[in-house]
């Protein structure tokens, strides 16, 4: 039951003697976790309730509490290979296969109390305690195949005795141990010869008096499976081997018991509960039982009950090496529960939930579910009306959602006496209903600082009647602007006005509520620029026909200032038209940049002959004139006429 944690492939590297393990190094441990580079034994303390781990990848042994907390840790034990502790806890012996030697530590502070040499040229390898004695398997140096040997602590003159098997095992390497408090004095061993793989070993021996005694032996053909764990059953006569096979012993011999599902090795409680690894899970069986009770993710290869059978401490593979970590309630078994909701559904119209609840162990009679839904009125979830599965665990409900949005279904079971507490939840889409809001004034077109009132529309909603405005001018240098929000009037209208001095993006928002979708809609309004022209130069203002006229001699520059809304980099285009047979010809048309006072003044060359008529304007071009924040504006004409 004092589990033998080392790898198949590291026991195959010692048994061809030839070979270490190089296993990248581990950085230092946590502050919090237990971490080790190659697992070395792993032995738990029930008394202190600390755990001691092997590290062979570090020569060191640490100790942690039962959170997997790093506590104390010890170095310099060469080839640390397997841990055992005394039946009163007080010390802890481990395996140094590389030096040679049994090491005794004190449980309580990892100070080294002794150092027994082994004579062997492989091991010590395993390593248990039992019947006063720690005892060890090793090769046998005279025929290369395992053996046992054993510590006296008690004798000071020859404490270590080798050659304690009283048959040939028979099998290359140092087989592996286990022995159990319930049945103090008995060692369980096992191996497979790795150098004969038709061959393996199983026994339990009797070492409780002066000279071990063979209760049971099988030493032959490959009719267990390749043997690379074997446990002692806590009362009862059996052994299980590779956490799969149990086997009865009785009068030197053994008999097939049964078996759990397949797996690779396992360590028993003082219970008889199974913690058996397979693969990347631990499984917790009751006593000959087929379906676990309890089934973990780990991926590990090391582990070992808590003496009080609490806990379960694994050895989890992490960067760098293993993690020490703790896994609890392994009594209580975890249902396996379902929901199954429509992926979309209608706001307020009928939907229905399925789901099953069902367990390795049976659920009590009567079993009820607790279920919830969460919606944007209820987000901390409300509750719904408690149900009870049917028989085969499968269960129904409806419901009407009245909220949009996202809708939870959650379904729950509270746990019991021989189940943890579970649940689950399914998600449902409702489209929230789209809500009537419009925005008038789009596309309308205004003078320059005109005041323009924009309102908006919302039509019927479920709580929410709050509409925001914002004005968002065209051009980089003002930003989106809140210019109102508040409720909507009786009929669903709320207003803000609006400096028309640049094009802008109006926009109206509606945030929506639990029923009816959040929506915005943009109308966008043009403003035109301010532009006007000075004349100057002329002698005289006049008529002709109409229409009135400057008047210049036709020798005078005329000198046209042309004012126009600024924006930075913005020109005016002087378009210049000449009278001739009854109609107007473009003469010129030209850009000019305004100053940053907005005027930009441009003086026209005199004709020079006299009777000609002209006329020109300035005109801000979107786009063209160097900016985009206006709309297209035409000033009004002048009329220039050149007399003598």
């Known amino acids: 039951m004092r589990t033998r944690s080392i790898s198949t492939a590291t026991a195959l590297a010692v048994s061809f003697s030839s070979v270490v393990l190089s296993v990248a190094a581990a950085g230092p441990a946590s502050a919090v976790t237990a971490t080790i580079g190659s697992p070395a034994g792993i032995v738990v303390d029930g008394i202190g309730q600390r755990v001691f781990v092997g590290d062979d990848t570090n020569d060191r042994i640490i100790a942690a509490d039962y959170s997997g907390k790093l506590l104390d840790s010890v ?26 030697e049994i090491v005794a530590l004190d449980a309580a502070t990892l100070d080294i109390k002794a150092r027994y040499p082994v004579a062997t040229s492989i091991g010590p390898l395993y390593v248990e305690f039992t019947g006063g004695k720690a005892w060890f398997t090793y090769e046998d140096q005279l025929n290369g195949h395992g053996n046992l040997g054993s510590v006296d602590p008690a004798d000071g003159t020859d404490p270590v005795t080798l050659g304690q098997l009283s048959r040939d095992s028979g099998v290359g390497g140092g087989p592996f141990l286990d022995s159990d408090l319930s049945a103090p004095g008995l060692l369980a061993v096992g191996a497979t010869d790795f150098f004969d793989m038709t061959k393996d070993l199983m026994a339990v021996v009797d070492v409780s008096g002066a000279t071990p005694q063979v209760t049971a032996w099988h030493n032959g053909d490959y009719s267990l499976n390749y043997v690379s764990d074997i446990d ?49 899970k631990v499984s917790v069986y009751r006593p000959g039982a087929t379906k676990p009770i309890r089934t973990y993710a780990a991926d590990t290869s090391v582990l070992a009950w808590a003496p009080d059978a609490s806990r379960i401490f694994a050895l989890v593979s992490s960067p760098g090496g293993c993690t020490l970590k703790a896994l609890t309630d392994p009594t209580l078994n975890v249902p396996s529960l379902t929901v199954n909701a429509p992926s979309t559904a209608t706001r307020g119209s009928k939907l229905t939930v399925t789901g099953k609840l069902s367990a390795t162990v049976p659920l009590p009679s009567g079993a009820k579910l607790q279920l919830t839904r969460s919606d944007l009125e209820s987000p901390k979830g409300k509750s719904l009306p408690a149900l009870t599965p049917k028989a085969d665990g499968s269960y129904t409900f409806t419901d009407t959602p009245l909220a949009g949005g996202t809708v939870t279904y959650k379904v729950a079971y509270a746990g019991d006496a021989a189940h943890m507490a579970v649940s689950a939840s399914d998600k449902v889409t409702v489209p929230l209903t789209k809500p009537t809001l419009t925005l008038n004034k789009n596309g309308s077109v205004y003078n320059y600082g005109t005041d323009v009132s924009f309102t908006a529309h919302l039509g019927s909603t479920y709580k929410n009647r709050t509409v925001e405005i914002w004005a ?6 003002k930003p989106n602007k809140l210019l109102k929000t508040g409720t909507v009037n009786s009929s669903g209208n709320i207003s803000a006005t609006v400096d028309m001095t640049r094009d802008t993006e109006v926009t109206a928002v509606f945030k929506g509520d639990t029923r009816i979708a959040p929506r915005t809609v943009k109308s966008t309004a043009y403003a035109r620029v301010n532009a006007s022209t000075a004349v100057s130069k002329h002698y005289k203002t006049a008529k002709i026909g109409s229409t009135s006229y400057y008047w ?25 038209q000449v009278y001739s047979g009854g109609k107007w010809y473009s003469a010129a048309s030209e850009y000019f940049a305004l100053g940053t006072n907005g005027k930009s003044a441009v003086s026209l060359e005199a004709p020079g002959t006299s009777g000609i008529k002209a006329r020109m304007r300035s005109v801000y071009v979107n786009g063209s004139s160097g900016d985009t924040v206006n709309s297209t504006t035409y000033g009004a004409w002048k009329y220039l006429y050149f007399s003598n």
Do not use: C, W
């Open 472 to 477: 968002n001018p065209f051009g980089g240098d």
């Open 232 to 280: 002692l059953v806590p009362g009862s006569p059996q052994v299980l081997v590779d956490g799969t096979d149990r086997h009865a012993y009785a009068d030197e011999k053994f008999t097939a018991a049964g078996a759990y599902p397949a797996g690779q090795r396992a360590d028993i409680a003082s219970n008889g509960l199974v913690a058996q690894i397979s693969d990347a």
């Open 552 to 576: 210049f001699h036709k020798s005078t520059d005329p000198l046209l200032t042309t004012t126009m809304s600024y924006y930075k980099g913005r020109k005016q285009r002087f378009d210049l």
């Open 75 to 100: 170095s310099g034990i060469d080839g640390i290979f397997d841990l055992a502790l005394s039946d009163d806890g007080t010390t802890l012996y481990a395996a140094a296969r590389v030096s040679h």
